[in-house]
Nanobody, 119 residues
Framework: VQLQASGGGTVQAGQSMRISCVAS???????????MAWYRQAPGKQRELVAR???????NYADSVKGRFTISRDYAKNMVSLEMNGLKPEDTAVYYC???????????WGQGTLVTVSS
């Protein structure tokens, strides 16, 4: 599975941004992705989970983004998106797309996209 992220860039605090990630591979590979997620890594910090969406529709979010970010998955396009509202400078980070195929116990990472929020 290959993950290609798009979006990112620089916005001012309080503004919104949407980032997306498309998964590609064989039909079997993409059809057996059971969860997709966004992680982020700020300079000097560890990578952290931002939001995850499971194939049954369940989602979970980091406490720091609850109520501001929304993750969604488009199965027809093999895409996961993250709508980010009310952005804060502390949201500045490289955001990484992640996919999980538990059936084969494999995880996949995208190349990362930089989101910068200026104050």
């Amino acid at each position: 599975v290959q993950l290609q992220a798009s979006g990112g860039g620089t916005v001012q605090a309080g503004q919104s941004m949407r980032i997306s990630c498309v998964a590609s591979g064989t039909y079997e590979e993409t059809a057996t992705i059971n969860a997709m997620a966004w992680y982020r890594q700020a300079p000097g910090k560890q990578r952290e989970l931002v939001a995850r969406v499971y194939s049954d529709g369940d989602t979970n979010y980091a406490d720091s983004v609850k109520g501001r970010f929304t993750i969604s998955r488009d199965y027809a396009k093999n895409m996961v998106s993250l709508e980010m509202n009310g952005l804060k400078p502390e949201d500045t980070a490289v955001y990484y797309c992640h996919a999980e195929r538990s059936i084969v116990r494999r995880n996949y990472w995208g190349q990362g996209t930089l989101v910068t929020v200026s104050s």
